[in-house]
């Protein structure tokens, strides 16, 4: 099975993916921590991911592509996954020729989204306000057509992402069943 988690930041897509791994015994992949671990990474492309998501934009599409795919493309991902962060522009979606299961869409308010992650214990450099804001901003502005997009294929379930973790675990399992 193959599942696509998409929503603003701090909409819960990192607790649903790795609730969903344990329950269904697959692989959970992120690219947000993909692109935090690449940061770390004393290269000039990690240096450049690192200023990218701190400033709060995002990896331009086709290096995003080529890392997912990179990714997806070892052994662990073959017999289904959970992925969480892509794809987060059309263009994305459309060049994604993988075969998808569901696309779970959690709808949160941006309030609510800041207010979330402002209570994280977990600090990190890419969790400024001003990246946030810009960060909520873009995904209305570019993420938001992917969701028509696999709206228009029938994939995408929303999830009112506002409502107990256990709640919506419990909504996706349903669907799943």
């Known amino acids: 099975m193959k599942i696509i988690l998409i929503g603003i930041q701090g909409s819960g897509k990192s607790t649903q993916g790795n609730l969903l791994a344990e329950s269904l ?7 947000g921590h993909i692109f935090r671990e690449m940061a770390k990474e004393k290269t000039p492309e990690g240096r ?35 992925l969480d962060g892509f794809p987060r522009t059309v263009k994305q979606a459309e060049e994604f020729k993988d075969e998808i299961d569901y696309v779970f869409y959690f ?3 941006d ?15 890419d969790e400024t306000l001003q990246a946030i804001r810009r960060r909520i901003a873009q995904f209305h502005e ?16 929303d999830m009112d992402g506002e409502e107990t973790i256990e709640r919506i675990h419990k909504d996706i399992m349903r669907v799943l069943r």
């Not at 309030?111 to 450099?125: F, H, M, N, T």
């Not at 570019?142 to 379930?157: C, F, G, I």
Request: proline residues 4%; without cysteine; positive net charge.
């Open 25 to 31: 015994k697959l692989p959970y992949l992120s690219t």
């Open 48 to 82: 450049y991911i690192k200023e990218t998501i701190n400033a709060g934009f995002l990896i331009p599409d086709h290096r995003t592509y080529e890392i997912v795919k990179e990714y997806l493309s070892r052994s662990e991902y073959q017999k289904g996954y959970i």
């Open 107 to 109: 709808k949160v308010s």
């Open 111 to 125: 309030k609510e989204a800041l207010w979330r992650i402002s209570g994280r214990d977990d600090e990190r450099d």
């Open 142 to 157: 570019v993420t938001e057509p992917v969701l028509d997009y696999y709206r228009k294929k029938r994939l995408l379930v």
